[in-house]
């Protein structure tokens, strides 16, 4: 039974296939093409590939629809607006990276575009192993409150941490990451490490000569601070989207690289209106600890996947509302 889902694949090998060439053809438009030259990203240009990248999304979960049935659609649905308002309470972070490095504004992209390229490996490499040891950890079938169960042990897990993270989201203080030193991110060590860092930025390089040394610039340790970033995040957003298909890594795969695809328009568009954010901690937290429980039910009650989807749609909505009508007040 919990094959079903890599059946459908098998019998649709054209989804992967375009799906593949897709990214490809895109990330060799985004990288050769559109941001040869880094550039300051204006709102125009990231509101238009923020519509570019959603559209994408949403005409590959069409297909899905067509090919594959509403249940599968529902569940990529969920699983993209999970990891989508995840990554924005994850962006913020990324601006605090920025500002405290002092990275010129033109450069943002290019760092953003190969934090991206990373995330991508290491979301495969999570998901595809995290169902694998999901199929894994399933335990024998026993009775419990007078009905047949099989609880996964991996599921469990994670439900009662996500419930924890909900909790903590909820009551996180606002000054938590501002006042954080990101010189001391494994990130910047690793860099550090292995290489000398130059004092200064060069351009858009990763690496430069002085006094016939070569040295990584501030910029390598920027993109590394970033990567790891995504990784802890990933500790939460991971976790989250196994509860909407635990058995089914394409649909996971698919559905979370097309949201991280779209982080560096978001982020452009982010930083500029923060305010209508203001109050999605608390949605995010609503949003984790409902994953949580529905992880911890699943084996006495199903959730359906439209039910989620309405869940997730209308906390996302509630607190984007809640923003623009109690702005939290801007602080320098």
Same mark, same amino acid.
Not at 20 to 27: A, D, E, G, V, W
Not at 58 to 64: E, K, L, R
Not at 194 to 207: M, P, T
Not at 301 to 309: D, G, T, V
């Given at each position: 039974?919990?094959?079903?889902?890599?059946?459908?694949?098998?019998?649709?090998?054209?989804?992967?296939?375009?799906?593949?060439?897709?990214?490809?053809?895109m990330?060799?438009?985004?990288?050769?093409?559109?941001?040869?030259?880094?550039?300051?990203?204006?709102?125009?240009?990231?509101?238009?590939?923020?519509?570019?990248?959603?559209? &994408?999304?949403?005409?590959f979960?069409?297909?899905?629809?067509?090919?594959?049935?509403?249940?599968?659609?529902t569940?990529?649905?969920?699983?993209?607006?999970?990891?989508?308002?995840?990554?924005?309470?994850? @962006?913020?972070?990324?601006? #605090?990276v920025f500002?405290?490095?002092?990275?010129?504004?033109?450069?943002h992209?290019?760092?953003l575009?190969?934090?991206i390229?990373?995330a991508?490996?290491?979301?495969?490499?999570?998901?595809?192993?995290g169902?694998?040891?999901?199929?894994?950890?399933? @335990?024998?079938?026993?009775? &419990? *409150?007078?009905?047949?169960?099989?609880?996964?042990?991996?599921? !469990?897990?994670?439900?009662?941490?996500?419930?924890?993270?909900?909790?903590?989201?909820?009551?996180?203080?606002e000054?938590?990451?501002?006042?954080k030193?990101?010189?001391?991110?494994?990130?910047?060590?690793?860099?550090?490490?292995? *290489?000398?860092?130059?004092?200064?930025?060069?351009?858009?390089?990763f690496?430069?000569?002085?006094?016939?040394?070569?040295m990584?610039?501030? @910029?390598?340790?920027?993109?590394?601070?970033?990567?790891?970033?995504?990784?802890?995040?990933?500790v939460? !957003?991971?976790?989250?989207?196994?509860?909407?298909?635990?058995?089914?890594?394409?649909? @996971?795969?698919?559905?979370?690289?097309f949201?991280?695809?779209?982080?560096?328009?978001?982020? *452009? &568009? &982010?930083?500029?209106?923060?305010?209508?954010?203001?109050?999605?901690?608390?949605?995010?937290a609503?949003? #984790?600890?409902?994953?949580?429980v529905?992880?911890?039910?699943?084996p006495?009650?199903?959730?359906?996947?439209?039910? !989620?989807?309405?869940v997730?749609?209308?906390?996302?909505?509630?607190?984007?509302m809640?923003?623009?009508?109690?702005?939290?007040?801007?602080e320098k």
């Amino acid at each position: 039974m919990q094959n079903n889902h890599v059946d459908h694949l098998i019998n649709h090998p054209g989804i992967l296939a375009g799906f593949s060439i897709l990214i490809i053809i895109m990330l060799l438009l985004d990288l050769g093409v559109f941001n040869k030259n880094s550039h300051v990203v204006s709102n125009k240009e990231a509101a238009t590939w923020s519509i570019v990248w959603i559209s &994408l999304a949403m005409a590959f979960s069409g297909v899905i629809y067509y090919l594959m049935g509403m249940e599968q659609f529902t569940q990529f649905q969920s699983a993209y607006w999970i990891e989508k308002a995840l990554s924005v309470d994850n @962006l913020f972070v990324f601006i #605090l990276v920025f500002g405290f490095f002092n990275v010129p504004k033109h450069l943002h992209h290019k760092v953003l575009f190969w934090g991206i390229i990373g995330a991508l490996v290491f979301r495969a490499i999570f998901i595809f192993s995290g169902v694998e040891l999901i199929n894994m950890t399933y @335990l024998p079938e026993m009775q &419990l *409150f007078g009905k047949m169960v099989s609880i996964n042990v991996i599921l !469990s897990i994670f439900g009662f941490f996500l419930i924890f993270a909900g909790f903590k989201s909820w009551f996180s203080k606002e000054d938590d990451d501002e006042n954080k030193d990101f010189t001391k991110s494994p990130g910047a060590k690793l860099v550090h490490r292995f *290489f000398k860092v130059s004092e200064n930025y060069d351009g858009d390089k990763f690496f430069t000569i002085k006094n016939g040394v070569k040295m990584a610039t501030p @910029l390598l340790v920027v993109v590394a601070v970033i990567e790891f970033t995504d990784l802890i995040f990933a500790v939460d !957003s991971i976790p989250a989207i196994f509860a909407i298909a635990p058995n089914d890594p394409f649909i @996971l795969y698919t559905s979370n690289i097309f949201a991280i695809l779209g982080l560096r328009a978001l982020y *452009f &568009l &982010l930083a500029n209106f923060m305010y209508m954010f203001s109050r999605l901690k608390y949605g995010l937290a609503v949003i #984790l600890a409902f994953i949580g429980v529905k992880m911890l039910i699943q084996p006495f009650y199903h959730i359906s996947s439209p039910a !989620s989807l309405t869940v997730v749609g209308s906390v996302l909505i509630l607190s984007v509302m809640a923003s623009l009508a109690f702005p939290v007040k801007e602080e320098k």
